[in-house]
């Protein structure tokens, strides 16, 4: 795992998208197709906006797979993470082969239609981030370490719910739904590159307690330290904790 700070979002969101073409580029050359996760939230607004504007990279050939969305939530709700990437990925980039978790249908059969899906091939890289509570997608502590399934069904935990109201997805607690659909903590280990973007304040404790305390399903972006092609992109604030040593271009 390597680790690298940046002075602000805008530094870190260009640098971690040099990374993201690089691999996208590559696989296109090397099998004519690049398969990719992709997440969602404010974190992820500068990556994915310089992502876009790199030039050279046909996005006709780039396969996308959803990393979580929310049971339930309509996609005509500003919260949708389905609404989320159309608007600021898939329509901008000219993406024709993605796949997004439809909250709005049996979630047990999405989980099982889109792993189905995922499973059919590598994927090259995953674009992910880290909740305020330390979570990975969806997996809110004690996240499942151990099941093999693609995606699952989870309860998401107050802390996660809070976060969705404090970055103004949602008017209260109440609004925010209470479970999701996410891709398991297995399945993002199997991309062969992550590319972990985690800027802001906020995040700084969860930082802190990801990658200065061992592995543990209470910290369960932690298990990125376990993954042998991961680099956590970070800000100044958001690595504001970090032991000195822990911190670094």
Request: hydrophobic letters at 45%.
């Amino acid at each position: 795992m390597i680790l690298k700070v940046f002075a602000d979002k805008s530094q870190l969101g260009k640098a971690a998208a040099e990374q993201a073409a690089a691999t996208i580029q590559r696989a296109i050359a090397e099998r004519g197709q690049a398969r990719i996760i992709a997440a969602t939230g404010m974190s992820q607004f500068e990556f994915l906006k310089s992502l876009i504007a790199t030039p050279g990279i046909d996005w006709a050939k780039v396969e996308m797979f959803h990393l979580d969305e929310y049971v339930g939530l309509p996609i005509t709700h500003p919260a949708s993470f389905r609404k989320y990437l159309l608007e600021r990925f898939i329509e901008p980039a000219g993406l024709t082969t993605f796949h997004l978790l439809n909250g709005e249908r049996d979630p047990h059969e999405v989980c099982q239609v889109i792993g189905e899906l995922i499973s059919a091939a590598p994927i090259d890289v995953a674009f992910v981030g880290i909740g305020e509570n330390g979570h990975l997608a969806f997996n809110d502590p004690p996240a499942d370490f151990e099941t093999e399934a693609p995606y699952i069904v989870v309860n998401l935990d107050e802390a996660c719910r809070r976060q969705q109201v404090g970055e103004g997805w949602f008017a209260g607690l109440e609004d925010v739904p209470t479970q999701a659909i996410s891709m398991t903590v297995r399945q993002i280990l199997k991309a062969h590159e992550i590319i972990c973007i985690a800027p802001d304040a906020r995040k700084a404790e969860a930082v802190r307690n990801c990658f200065e305390n061992p592995i543990s399903p209470m910290y369960p972006a932690s298990i990125l330290k376990a993954h042998a092609n991961t680099t956590i992109y970070l800000d100044t604030d958001s690595s504001s904790l970090l032991k000195p040593h822990k911190a670094g271009n």
